[in-house]
């Protein structure tokens, strides 16, 4: 039997093992920081009335924002990953996060925003990211010739893209007064301690249908895998399945990226690593990235919020310290691969 057709019952296994992951991911999120305080001393009850507090308003929407931005950004992944049948083509890589980002800089930036209250500044910096995280979409699917790109076309149109984001951001730094300099350079780095239940609330609204939709295409990446023709040939509206991924991974990515900032690699490593252990089959790939991405988050951020206590590291470098030597990687097992062909 082959890895694609997999009994529904190893999938299931899967999911459930994944979801264990999970948990016990998050107990230990919950547990770890600058003050170890967690269920653990809720339930024993070694938590004051004040601790709880401080809990519940900071550590608690935090573990909720890792869960949600690490499910997004790998699902996202894993979702562009299918639809360009590339392994490399990684929301970060390709330039989607940096898109995002630069319309979120370009919002904090824009004199009049300072003056609308604090609900609207959010909601518009989370639109601002969704709509360049779209706009960036559209430029790989033109710039990828319909989903039809090599690794390598894939790879310059992503640098192409980051390139010109990164100096359009660069030149918005330059404009930037001190404040909105600090604000745009913590933001950019990545990190879970920027909101509160409220932004995180609206952002559910933005991310969550972006999950939805991604998660719906799971069975049409399937057939896609047996090219475009094939696909159009069984049935199968390539079109708009292309339509819904680039919604879903705007939404997703883009929501994830005015929550959280540029947190980069995610997308990459946590679909190729599930990959490798289950399988091609999109049916098990996409719920999985999902679960491991969360996993992965929570647990980078904990790390990120103890290795250097009472300071904290921006949880953006810790990834992009884990993606950038698993990248490398990537493309010299992919050489040896090649030349072993030869």
């Given at each position: ?40 001393q ?43 049948r ?23 930036l824009?004199?009049?925003t ?12 989370m ?152 399988g ?55 050489r ?7």
């Open positions: 039997m082959t890895r694609s057709s997999r009994p529904s019952w190893s999938i299931t296994q899967a999911l459930i093992g994944l979801t264990l992951i999970l948990l016990a991911s998050l107990l230990l999120a919950a547990q770890l920081g600058a003050l170890s305080l967690g269920p653990w809720a339930l024993t009850g070694q938590m004051s009335a004040q601790d709880w507090q401080l809990w519940s308003a900071i550590r608690l929407p935090r573990l909720a924002l890792a869960l949600l931005v690490g499910a997004s950004l790998a699902l996202a992944g894993a979702a562009m990953q299918g639809l360009f590339n392994p490399l083509a990684d929301p970060g890589l390709l330039g989607v996060s940096s898109g995002a980002g630069f319309a979120v800089g370009l919002w904090i824009l004199p009049w300072e003056w609308l209250p604090e609900v609207w500044q959010w909601q518009g910096q639109i601002m990211a969704c709509l360049g995280g779209w706009l960036t979409c559209w430029l790989i699917f033109r710039l990828g010739r319909g989903g039809q790109a090599s690794m390598l076309w894939l790879l310059l149109a992503g640098l192409a893209i980051n390139t010109l984001a990164g100096a359009a951001s660069g030149l918005l730094s330059y404009l930037a007064d001190d404040q909105q300099l600090r604000q745009m350079s913590l933001w950019g780095m990545g990190g879970l301690g920027f909101v509160s239940g409220t932004e995180l609330l609206f952002g559910l609204l933005l991310i969550l249908p972006g999950l939805a939709l991604l998660l719906s295409v799971r069975r049409d990446l399937d057939v896609l895998q047996l090219g475009d023709q094939a696909a159009a040939n069984s049935g199968l509206n390539t079109h708009a399945l292309r339509r819904k991924v680039v919604l879903g991974t705007a939404l997703a990515v883009g929501g994830s990226v005015a929550l959280a900032g540029i947190i980069g690699f995610l997308g990459l490593m946590v679909p190729h690593l599930l990959r490798m252990i289950f091609p089959g999109h049916r098990l790939l996409l719920p999985a990235a999902a679960l491991g991405g969360a996993s992965l988050l929570l647990v980078a951020d904990a790390l990120a919020r103890t290795l250097a206590a009472p300071a904290e590291i921006p949880v953006g470098l810790l990834t992009s310290l884990l993606g950038g030597p698993y990248f490398l990687w990537m493309l010299a097992r992919g040896q691969a090649s030349q072993e062909r030869i």
